[in-house]
């Protein structure tokens, strides 16, 4: 080898190395392809009107308006229902231009967004819409809300969303009061906002306004297979500690009592320990809590909802290994009868269509109380998720809100319901259609609560909090952190938030 | 910087032979040179220097990467940094890959490359298979590897509990603080060893038998062979493995994000600063914060490779 191709070697090298190197650190924020769930992180549900007993009550209180005798069947396209002639524009569209809707298509896919175009452009003739179904919403849409050009109705959900209450915060959502104020598409004599499930839209009211709208109904609670249960001959526990001795009953048969989904414990954080809380305690430590106060989580109805949930990996009625699995796995061990609960949203039938045994027959639990608590006793988690929203500064925010009065319309709703097995949080929308067992099972569920609605807002409104929380409420639930270590993580997390000023707060009364 | 000097550095760069000065030829190669390097400098200027400038404006401000509102906050991301926990035990575990990754990589390697050079049967194939990892994705590596530790269905405490070991029926490694970035570490070597090893035994061979020859002559034990003529004739190659290993071991992003499912692991017992930085940048959207970290980083990377790279600076032999 010649002396100076070897040196041209080592400086190459060289220059190799130091490039290399920092390249390395300068695409680490460029890097891309996370995994978490495909369950999207539904988000908690806040009170601020005492919800409405039930569809029939609503009914009934609203009065009816005038014009409801002049309908008109929809230009040449052939709508397959009916809109009353004063629901067909409430908007005053422009037609002649193109609606550019980007959206999250996960689980639910995006045959009801594609419905929702063609009978937008069916109403209005001349109208294109641009459906755009997609999945890492928030490395696609960041830039366009950053440049100042982004669509005009967003369907935020999935892995990677984007942070909606960032957005809020940032002044990139428009109010939505005037498309809750219009009249809706096709329940003649209503407005859009009294179509809608009570209770399902409150998390997305920002200081009184309607800032984004869910596109599901989500119930959550305790899954079990129903064929099982009967095999053995238990019965429902009512309370906490029925539940812990039915436990030690399963256990005794050698099957492990509950899973859940190990490496994202934010299912037993949003939806099984705020209700504990709220069963235990009532509505008042949970609004602690959410408004950041001092000591908010040392409420001794709080305490004891750590201590009850802890009892679980303390009395070793957890699944070996559940740590370790992600929701599929969790889910898929339970569906093998390996364990006998398991907390989760009621998306978790069609999630799991493609494993469930035939025989299995899956149902829905409510999550038990305490004799002597201050909390409905029938208290259930029934919210809204999947956000969507008209950005502020998108091209027609008109045409946004046309959008999503057209897709949680009740014909929308049915054929969700009929196409996706799924429910969107529009009253009676699931009239008329074919509902699976699981799903009934948890509508039911909603409906006994009357209205007892249980809600908590900390993990929506501060992202750290939800996600610090979730590293805590593994290591309570391993053994790591004991329920007084947890609660005063979560009490400290909490203060440093409350003081930091470079965080909006946000509080709530009821 | 004038063009002469520019080519100037050229040329030291790439070492061209010395042409006789001041003919017309050489002007037309430097043309040729510079026109053919523009399209390339162009490009990395736009997509890489320009990105890198702009981190570092944010590391000032407190953009939430949300919308044009980019407000500075001088050196507050800093300070917040400083006082992280979350911070400190993501670069702690930085840390300790970079004692590890190049100590074990580099370590089983140069083993296996001289085993596989003393001429022992299948050889070949044990080089294809051990190359292997490095040709599947990082991203296909850590799924395979997570099922590989799960804890019940997994190849793992399926082969401990056959095997009589009950203790490790069902433990959850990527579920245990103590156990997750161990694992993660033990599937980074997994897949490193065989690339280096490749590397390592096409340098080996470039080495003339003679010398090996004559020292057995003079009574040279294998392991006098190999600290004495082996590791001494490797020694470039040798040293690229460990700085590109040290600068790898503050990356590690793909492994532990997929294997930890992005949250850093329980009790973010695995999470680095690359997976940390990637959640503050967009799960919380504190993009102004997450480039402060990311301006930490490459300080770090840029001073790792400097010192490591005078550590292991010796004049290189000829032969």
Redesign the interface.
Known sequence: ?A????????????????S???????S????C?????AASTAAPAQATAAPVASAAAAEATAAPVASAAATAEAAAGGLPFTVAADALDPFKLATDVEVDGVFFAGGFGDGYLKNTGTWMEQIHPGLKVKVQGIQQV??QL?PR????NPPDVVGNSGA?N??TV??L????LLDLSALMDAPSLDTPGKTFKETLIPGSQDDGVYEGKQMYLNMAYTVFGLWYSKTAFEKAGYTYPKTWAEMLTLCEDIKKGGVAPWTYQ???PYYLREWVLPTLIYKNGGNAPLIKIDNLEASAWSDPSVVQAVEDLYALWDKGYI????????HT?AQT?WLQG?AFFIPSGNWLENEMKTTTPADFTMVIGAIPGYADGKGDQNGVQAVGGEPFFVPSKGAHPQHGLEFLRVMLSKNSAKWFAENVSSVMPVLNGTEGANISAGMQSSLDLASTANGAIVRLNYGTWY??LY?EG??YL??LM?G?KKPADFIQAMQSLADEIAKDP?TKKYTRSA | MSQRRFCGILN????L?KAPRGGRMNQGKRGLIVSFLAVPLLLYGVF?LV??IA?MVFAFT?W??????ISFNGINNFIKLSNDSNFLNALSHNGVALIVLPVCIVGLALFFAFLFTQGIRFARFFRITFFFPQVMST?VVAVLWSFI????IGLI?GTATALGISGL?????????STVFPAVLAVTIWQAVGFYMVMFVAGMQNIPTSYYEAAKIDGATPWVLFWQITVPLLW?TL??AI??L???A??L??LV??M????GG???GADV??TY???T?????EFGY??AM?LV??L???G???VS?RLTARD?L?F
């Open positions: 080898m002396r100076n191709d070897l040196l041209s070697r080592r400086k190459f090298l060289k220059l190799a190395m130091l290399g190197g920092t390249a390395a650190a300068g680490l924020l460029a890097a392809g996370t995994s978490t769930p928030g490395p960041q809300f950053v440049a100042g990677n984007l942070d960032g957005l915060n940032e002044g990139q190990g490496k994202y699944l070996e290994g559940t740590a370790g699995m992600t796995e061990a390996k992202r750290r996600d979730d590293v593994g290591e391993t790591v470079d | 030291t760069a790439i070492s032979p890489v990105p890198y981190a407190k939430r990467g949300l919308s044009a509102n991203v530790f799960h804890p019940t405490n029926k069902g433990f959850p490694w990527l579920g245990n603080a470039d040293r690229t700085i590109f040290a600068a790898g503050m990356d992003f793909a994000n997929v930890t499912n992005g949250s329980p009790s973010r600063l690359s930085m990637y959640q940048a967009f799960t919380r959207s997450a480039s990311g980083l490459l770090i990377v840029l790792i490779s400097l790279m290189s000829e």
